[in-house]
């Protein structure tokens, strides 16, 4: 029988969370090279932009020789899958390796797939379970998770994380409003996670059914999946409303998880022993100060399935590295 993972403090779930910064980047370095390396053997599309621009991960000297590498973007990912059905060139598994495929919610366009190897699913698990160790939840509490379970990514990665931690989880996904407050309260759920709408929504209809939320024993709201986690007001309404700090999921379909908010409250924590983040002048594309407002791009460090390398997510950040007041020090978005 599997045991969840013991933290490494009362306060810290992984030792990595604490290291130096010069350390943090000597780690990501060497499995920058690591990476590169198996990429550029096992990903037809890197093979292709490696071999363009004569790069070989024996070139990567420092952090900054990265840049010699063009942006991977959306429309490469869909250029990709349209010229390899279904999983695209920029897989780096063969058939038998993965273990899962997810997919993107196809708002804009076909749903893209996105696969997962064994390795990755366990590293998402605890990378999850570090994020919700920092932000309050403990073995034995309640996890209610109502994300949802049908094609959206969040819910399995949720409820392996708590699971991992050795929390009770309640798999509730995103329906049954009722059913949802009448298990709060009768179960005793102490962390619930969900879309900030879907929190809004529950939040409203308990307060129809005379159900006061600020009562219940919930003690952290996590949101992710929607942008409204990161605004003040959206923030503010939702604590009030549960009686409860709330915490925003920062993520994409492609990168599994990006960063989340502790309990420190100082903005999204950002996982830099999962991704090397570069925060870039949107139009110079050149490295911006601490404090400045940049493109958030992003290279995994040991992604199996479907690693990107200088992945343009097109969202403005502002990052700060310098070390929380709680011992992390790896670098912050706001």
Not at 156 to 174: C, D, E, F
Not at 278 to 296: F, I, M, N, Q, Y
Not at 304 to 312: D, F, I, K, N, S
Request: net charge neutral; hydrophobic share 40%; glycine share 10%.
């Amino acid at each position: 029988m599997n045991q969840p993972k013991q933290p490494f403090s009362s306060s810290i779930w992984d030792e990595a969370e604490t290291w130096s910064r010069d350390r943090i980047e000597a780690f990501q370095l060497q499995a920058l090279k690591r990476q590169l390396a198996r990429v550029g053997e096992r990903s037809k599309h890197y093979q292709r932009v490696f071999g363009q621009h004569g790069f070989r991960a024996d070139d990567l000297k420092s952090l900054a020789d990265l840049r010699k590498l063009p942006f991977t973007r959306k429309s490469d990912y869909l250029a990709g899958l349209e010229a390899e059905p279904p999983f695209g060139t920029l897989a780096a598994v063969g058939p038998g390796e993965a273990a899962r495929v997810h997919f993107s919610s196809g708002t804009t366009a076909s749903p893209a797939p996105v696969l997962w190897s064994h390795a990755d699913i366990d590293r998402w698990a605890d990378l999850y379970a570090r994020y919700l160790y920092a932000q309050g939840l403990r073995r034995g509490d309640v996890f209610q998770c109502m994300f949802n379970y049908a094609w959206f990514v969040g819910g399995l990665g949720a409820t392996l994380a708590a699971q991992r931690l050795g929390a009770l989880v309640i798999p509730a996904s995103s329906g049954d409003t009722t059913r949802q407050i009448e298990t709060i309260f009768q179960y005793g759920s102490q962390c619930v996670i969900g879309t900030p709408s879907f929190m809004a929504h529950v939040a409203e209809a308990a307060a129809k059914l005379g159900r006061d939320l600020t009562k219940s024993k919930v003690k952290m709201v996590c949101v992710g999946g929607e942008p409204g986690g990161s605004v003040p007001g959206t923030r503010e309404r939702l604590e009030a409303q549960w009686g409860a700090p709330m915490f925003d999921c920062y993520g994409a379909l492609e990168c599994q998880p990006i960063g989340w908010d502790t309990a420190a409250k100082l903005g999204p924590t950002l996982a830099e022993d999962f991704i090397y983040a570069e925060v870039l002048h949107p139009d110079t594309h050149e490295p911006v100060a601490d404090g400045e407002r940049g493109v958030l791009v992003i290279t995994h460090l040991d992604k199996e399935a479907c690693p990107l390398v200088r992945w343009w997510t097109g969202d403005i950040v502002v990052r700060d590295t310098e070390p929380a007041p709680d011992g992390r020090t790896h670098a912050r978005l706001r």
